[in-house]
């Protein structure tokens, strides 16, 4: 197992477009046994591929207080979504330090593979719904930031620049 860099935000490469992983092998519970490490080392609860720099559909998330029940969702489909929507702070590994309010569905169905390629159907609500439909953006190229204003948008686009020329100087 290894730890991968987290991209930060506003890294290009944040913006790419999940590819669907073609096939769950080797390589890919690697990147599963990886990923854990990383998202959990840096005390998440989600971490999508694309924000580790790899654009394939792929997802970790473990929303329990114990951080013992990793979730592993390979190509994510959803397949309904509640019309109650629910305003939550949220924050990002790739884009330290910031939380602000997102508007989600309060809860969600989905189906997607684990890592041993076996298909399931999750049914959330709360906090772990929230979760998958901000990592579910991160596959499709979208930061929360970019629900926020465009001046709030910019102020930590201005924010995190200079904080990582800092970290650098
Ligand atoms: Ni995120």
């Not at 290894?2 to 096939?23: F, G």
């Not at 399931?120 to 709360?126: D, L, P, S, Y």
């Not at 772990?128 to 926020?148: P, R, S």
Request: aromatic share 4%; charged share 25%.
């Amino acid at each position: 197992m290894a730890l991968l860099p987290i991209l930060c935000y506003p890294d290009p490469r944040l913006h790419t477009v999940a590819k669907p992983v073609a096939q769950v092998d080797a390589r890919i519970q690697s990147l599963v046994a990886d990923m854990l490490q990383t998202m959990y080392e840096a005390q998440g609860i989600g971490l999508a591929a694309t924000q580790v720099d790899v654009h394939e559909r792929l997802i970790v998330i473990d929303v329990s207080e114990d951080r013992d029940s990793p979730m592993v969702l390979i190509n994510p489909r959803v397949l309904w979504v509640s019309e109650q929507t629910h305003v939550n702070e949220e924050g990002c590994l790739s884009v330290p330090g910031i939380y602000d309010s997102v508007v989600r569905h309060d809860a969600i169905r989905i189906e997607a593979m684990d890592e041993k390629g076996q298909r399931r159907e999750v049914q959330a609500q709360g906090l772990l719904a929230v979760c998958i439909q901000h990592e579910m953006d991160h596959l499709l190229g979208k930061v929360f930031v970019e629900y926020l204003s465009p001046l709030k948008r910019n102020r930590i686009k201005t924010k995190l620049v200079k904080a990582k020329r800092e970290e650098r100087a």
